[in-house]
């Protein structure tokens, strides 16, 4: 069973840089995406990258977010930059993987705040 672990949250003010990181322990992974949940809203895609380090955004980040990995593929971080009022959220990393099939497990979410 993959477990993740984030770090990296925190409050900032905008203009200001965090680093999110998202370490995966066990067999893993295909994929390492990280989404954000705003208080009253939907979760969202944020950034993603897959094992060949291909890497897509969301329109509103890019530029200003940076997703990579390291260590064989298991640890990914979202380097966010220019940080926006707007970008506060709780941030969500989901891994996938294949073990018997196709499957995905989510973080436990880390919370940016980004004040004026």
């Known amino acids: 069973q993959v477990q993740l672990v984030e770090s990296g949250g925190g409050s900032v003010q905008a203009g200001g840089s965090l680093r999110l990181s998202c370490a995966a322990s066990?067999?893993?992974?295909?994929?390492m995406s990280w989404y954000r949940q705003a208080p009253g809203k939907e979760r969202e895609f944020v950034s993603g990258i897959d094992s060949n380090g291909r890497t897509r955004y969301t329109d509103s980040v890019k530029g200003r977010f940076t997703i990579s990995q390291e260590n064989a593929e298991k640890t990914a971080y979202l380097q966010m930059n220019s940080l926006k009022p707007e970008d506060t959220a709780t941030y969500y990393c989901?891994?996938?993987?294949?073990?018997?099939?196709?499957?995905?497990?989510w973080g436990q979410g880390t919370l940016v705040t980004v004040s004026d």
């Open positions: 989901k891994v996938s993987y294949w073990s018997w099939g196709s499957r995905e497990v």
């Open positions: 066990g067999y893993c992974c295909d994929d």
